[in-house]
């Protein structure tokens, strides 16, 4: 098994450029995450999705947006990036509430660094 | 208001030693707790679950506690070694609600030869 898989890995854009993370998880999760790290802070959501075709803002919604087409990805767009975007960004998959097995699996990360 | 408290920032020890880390939540309603390890460049991997009726639990020499009463947590690794240097994430899950986990802001350990 894969778990879940981050591409790419490394990315520099330049502001107001745009680009699209890609997030995959093979375990049939119903959850997906977007979390962005940064030194001294805990991960902060960006974006989630409980389901294929929904997505919620989380606590750092602003200069980001989401799809969820299939249940398999998720995806994270920046429209137009913006120096203070420049993070490591990790998705996440895992199952609802209430079920036995509430595990969040991580990819491995995407560091961003806008110029 | 949901936060995840951990100390210390960051420990420096010696290999072979042992350290003892420190979470403290308010989250509520509770579900779970659990411990993440960081390495350097890579994403969180879990190290351990601990549910509301479980005081103790341990995974190798990693042994984490848990005090649903006071709402702390503690991670105590045994005979620390060169690979155990890493960022060690306190993550409290809800019972409701989708957007239900909660991060600590992570320990810095340093193991040194």
């Known amino acids: 098994n894969a778990g879940v898989t981050q591409t790419p890995k490394f990315r520099v854009l330049k502001t107001g450029q745009s680009m699209t993370l890609l997030c995959a998880q093979d375990m049939n999760h119903e959850y997906m995450y977007w979390y962005r790290q940064d030194p001294g802070m805990g991960l902060r959501l960006i974006h989630y999705?409980?389901?294929?075709?929904?997505?919620a803002k989380g606590e750092v919604p602003d200069g980001y947006n989401v799809s969820r087409l299939k249940k398999q990805n998720f995806l994270l767009g920046l429209e137009s990036a913006a120096p203070s975007q420049t993070s490591v960004y990790f998705c996440?998959?895992?199952?609802?509430?209430?079920?036995?097995?509430?595990?969040?699996?991580f990819g491995q990360g995407t560091r961003l660094t806008v110029v | 208001k949901n936060q995840v408290e951990q100390s210390p920032q960051s420990l420096i020890i010696l290999e072979g030693k042992n350290c003892t880390l420190q979470?403290?939540?308010?989250?509520?309603?509770?579900?779970?707790l659990r411990w993440y390890k960081q390495d350097t460049g890579r994403g969180p991997v879990s190290l351990t679950i601990?549910?509301?009726?479980?005081n103790t639990k341990s995974n190798g020499r990693y042994t984490a506690t848990l005090d649903a009463d006071t709402k702390q947590s503690s991670l105590h690794i045994t005979a620390s070694q060169l690979s155990d240097s890493a960022s060690y994430i306190c993550v409290v899950r809800k019972q409701t609600g989708a957007n239900n986990l909660f991060f600590g802001t992570g320990t810095r350990l340093t193991v040194i030869p």
């Open positions: 999705s409980v389901g294929e075709g929904t997505t």
């Open positions: 979470c403290n939540y308010t989250v509520s309603p509770f579900s779970n």
């Open positions: 601990m549910t509301f009726s479980e």
């Open positions: 996440a998959s895992g199952r609802p509430p209430g079920r036995l097995d509430t595990e969040a699996f």
